[in-house]
T-cell receptor
Framework: GAGVSQSPSNKVTEKGKDVELRCDPISGHTALYWYRQSLGQGLEFLIYFQGNSAPDKSGLPSDRFSAERTGGSVSTLTIQRTQQEDSAVYLC?????????????FGDGTRLSIL | RKEVEQDPGPFNVPEGATVAFNCTYSNSASQSFFWYRQDCRKEPKLLMSVYSSGNEDGRFTAQLNRASQYISLLIRDSKLSDSATYLCAVNPRNRKLIWGLGTSLAVNP
């Protein structure tokens, strides 16, 4: 596609439920990143995928968070047993390669609200 | 010391003013630098990459000062539409961008 596509745009769910967030990167981009951003706060790195390499999961805040990237394209971020502190905007970004000089391009994000 | 630091502002300037922001970084081995803008409740959008020799895109000029370890963004002839948060991002050679918290700019009529 022309840009990074994320779905759903908004998600409201009850505490304790599991949620799945989807990211479809720019076609041909091999690197994919997940971030989250709470209101008025900075970007918090969650996880990074590059090609067939093992993902960098160093930013995942707890074992309730997991992500996968199938076929080197679409990625799904799963949050199990959601908590109120998980409420945030979850942003996905992709870059052409994982090279350091490649800028990241963001999707519109998923606004997650845990009741 | 944070790896990437920005003055949060807010910077309040009148239309037509020139305004500059700095972003300092702690890792001297950093090689890649970017400026993004983020509008309220929107995703960050790439404004420009920052090259060693400095680069300009219309009213926007980005510069890199390796000796003092900072990058700068200069906006000339500010427009109302320039009001946003400006994020800097630095890659310290491990393929994971480090983000500043952003500088808030409000351009007033």
């Amino acid at each position: 596609g022309a840009g990074v596509s994320q779905s759903p745009s908004n998600k409201v769910t009850e505490k304790g439920k599991d949620v799945e967030l989807r990211c479809d990167p720019i076609s041909g981009h091999t690197a994919l990143y997940w971030y989250r951003q709470s209101l008025g706060q900075g970007l918090e790195f969650l996880i990074y995928f590059q090609g067939n390499s093992a993902p960098d999961k160093s930013g995942l805040p707890s074992d309730r968070f997991s992500a996968e990237r199938t076929g080197g394209s679409v990625s799904t971020l799963t949050i199990q047993r959601t908590q109120q502190e998980d409420s945030a905007v979850y942003l996905c970004a992709s870059s052409r390669t994982g090279a350091e000089n490649q800028p990241q391009h963001f999707g519109d994000g998923t606004r997650l609200s845990i009741l | 010391r944070k790896e990437v630091e920005q003055d949060p502002g807010p910077f309040n300037v009148p239309e037509g003013a020139t305004v500059a922001f700095n972003c300092t970084y702690s890792n001297s081995a950093s090689q890649s630098f970017f400026w993004y803008r983020q509008d309220c409740r929107k995703e960050p959008k790439l404004l420009m990459s920052v090259y060693s020799s400095g680069n300009e895109d219309g009213r926007f000029t980005a510069q890199l000062n390796r000796a003092s370890q900072y990058i700068s963004l200069l906006i000339r002839d500010s427009k109302l539409s320039d009001s946003a948060t400006y994020l800097c991002a630095v890659n310290p050679r491990n393929r994971k961008l480090i983000w500043g918290l952003g500088t808030s700019l409000a351009v007033n009529p």
